[in-house]
């Protein structure tokens, strides 16, 4: 049996190691964003042939996966053997130890992308000397579950929805390669976040120039010819897209344009195929905001934990 060992390529090596993987851990979304870090570590794990591979971006003596985006952690073509990713676990040690940086950050991503997997992945760094930083919720929609979507709602949400068919709005898809049209759909996020005092991470720029390596979605949500609703929406993975963001404007919240949005939402994947709807995480750094868990769980998501380790040296 060959030992494993870990290799840095370049980004091109390792984009042509791997077939169809979460977009978060491709080449080509790392190059994107490679000026937000010092420098970029493309890493495979080779036997007798490449198992798997990580992304790594450093940054004032760290190694983060992910430094922007939001999850990283392994890929692979093939599921590893539990011995094979504990062995790999291992191979990180040593290659932070061997590095300049000090300390190293991996964010796996939540269980639903992968339960089988993730969960060895999670227990074999449990195993290390890693240490477990935080756990977040992230909410998920199972899009089987439209076809009887009603019966998982809560009775508050059930009575919101009802409320929300009654008022004419129009729900409109936006065409994703027409900047003006990405635009309008941001515009309403940005009112919305800057109302609620959130952060808005993404700039437009940033937006734009991911869409030119990512399928996305963008919807607004029309009542009298205003938009009061927005939602902008990845394809990460075989069967699953993630809303990266969704919100109302002020002012509407009577005629519930989220419960509307959701609907909506969840219907058009639904009939597009999908599986899943990640709906992201509602905590930060493992503190959750309790108003943002409540109105996904009462429009009939599921938790999926999203689980970040680190290690210092």
């Known amino acids: 049996m060959e030992i494993m060992e870990i290799k840095r390529v370049d980004s091109q090596k390792f984009a042509a190691s791997f077939g169809r993987i979460n977009v978060f851990n ?3 979304f790392a190059q994107l964003n490679a000026a937000k870090c010092s420098q970029v570590h493309y890493l495979l794990f080779i036997d007798t042939k490449v198992r798997l591979g990580m992304i790594l971006g450093e940054r004032e003596q760290r190694l983060c ?7 990283g952690g392994f890929v692979y073509n093939e599921e590893p053997r539990l011995e094979v990713l504990r062995e790999a676990v291992d191979l990180l040690v040593e290659y932070l130890k061997a590095s300049d940086c000090r300390e190293m950050t991996v964010t796996l991503p939540p269980l639903v992308y992968a339960q089988s997997f993730m969960s060895k992945a999670v227990a074999m760094f449990g ?14 929609y199972d899009l ?18 009802n409320r929300a068919k009654t008022v004419p709005f129009e729900f409109v898809r936006l065409e994703a390669h027409d900047d003006a049209q990405v635009a309008r759909a941001y515009d309403v996020i940005k009112t919305n976040r800057e109302s609620r005092g959130y952060p808005l991470r993404m700039s437009l720029d940033d937006v734009l120039r991911t869409i030119r390596i990512i399928d996305a979605d ?19 993975a075989d069967g699953i897209a993630q809303v990266v963001y969704w919100g109302d404007v002020p ?3 009577e005629v519930r344009p989220m419960n509307m949005l959701s ?12 599986k899943v709807l990640d709906i992201g995480p509602s905590t930060e750094h493992g ?25 210092s040296i």
């Open 26 to 28: 491709t080449a080509d």
């Open 287 to 311: 503190e959750p905001n309790y108003g943002l868990c409540e109105f996904k769980e009462n429009l009939g998501c599921e938790i999926s934990l999203k689980h970040t380790f680190t290690l």
């Open 218 to 236: 963008f919807y607004v949500l029309t009542l009298d010819g205003v938009d009061v609703a927005a939602a902008q929406v990845f394809h990460v």
């Open 127 to 140: 195993q290390s000397p890693f240490e477990l930083s935080h756990t977040d919720l992230n909410y998920h």
């Open 251 to 253: 002012g509407y919240g």
């Open 144 to 161: 089987s579950r439209f076809e009887h979507c009603e019966e998982y709602l809560s009775r508050n949400a059930r009575k919101n929805l």
């Open 65 to 71: 996966s992910p430094f922007s985006s939001p999850f």
């Open 263 to 274: 609907y909506r939402l969840f219907e058009h994947y639904h009939k597009s195929g999908l």
